[in-house]
């Protein structure tokens, strides 16, 4: 099994959806995430990616092993698996002729740990990062200035509580990100149709603070101009 395709533009790709599963999962289980980012957005490559190793849960794969991880151990697991994991996204991303702010990241559980701890790499990778069910390693130092970033949690979800969502979007608010946040009622560990709706929702109505703030630094030049 390897990546999954779920849509190939017929002309040059505009956009690049990449959607990374949970741990002990395979990317059939996002395709139906992948299907409806795929009729919203036609002119869009999206792409559901395998994990790059055989789960410790003896089924599906895995961005790291989660067998005996703790608070203290998690960052440095995900810190070993990050190298492999930007080396995919710039791949697809030279595949598809598409760029980072062109770029959108997608992850459930612990694919979702992987795209926001992506954020603080050194690399620029995506200028929307989606986080279903997930959470920091550890909270970031700096937001990444060309990165919005969109969480969706479960209030019910008794894999990884709601809280981390709630506790990450408060800081990365006081830290000046671009940030949205939302929790649905009565949600576990899980993507259905209320959680897709959401995505696509924040996907097609947030407008990123970067370009907002570039239309009002627009505006004020050309009041200036006009002077």
Not at 107 to 113: P, V
């Amino acid at each position: 099994m390897t990546d999954i395709v779920v849509q190939q533009p017929a002309g040059a790709a505009k956009q690049l959806f990449l959607l990374h599963h949970g741990v002990g999962a395979t990317p059939q289980g996002l395709l139906p995430l992948g299907r409806r980012l795929a009729a919203e957005s036609p002119e869009a490559l999206v792409v559901s990616v395998q994990g790059p190793e055989a789960s410790d849960l003896d089924q599906g794969y895995q961005w790291f092993s989660v067998i005996g991880i703790t608070e203290e151990t998690r960052p440095e697991r995900v810190a070993a698996a990050m190298p492999a994991f930007v080396k995919v996204v710039q791949d697809w991303q030279a595949r598809a002729g598409v760029s980072p702010e062109a770029t959108a990241l997608v992850g459930f559980s612990q694919g979702a740990i992987m795209c926001l701890e992506s954020t603080q790499h050194n690399d620029f990778l995506a200028g929307r990062v989606v986080a279903l069910s997930g959470r920091f390693a550890q909270l970031p130092l700096a937001p990444h200035a060309h990165t919005t970033l969109h969480m969706v949690h479960g209030k019910v979800d008794t894999v990884i509580h709601y809280g981390y969502t709630v506790t990450a979007a408060e800081h990365l608010v006081s830290l000046g990100a671009d940030v949205t946040a939302d929790v649905i009622p009565f949600l576990g560990h899980e993507v259905n149709d209320a959680v897709v709706d959401t995505v696509i929702e924040r996907l097609l109505g947030h407008l990123p603070k970067r370009h907002w703030a570039a239309a009002q630094q627009a505006a004020v030049e050309d009041d200036a101009a006009e002077d």
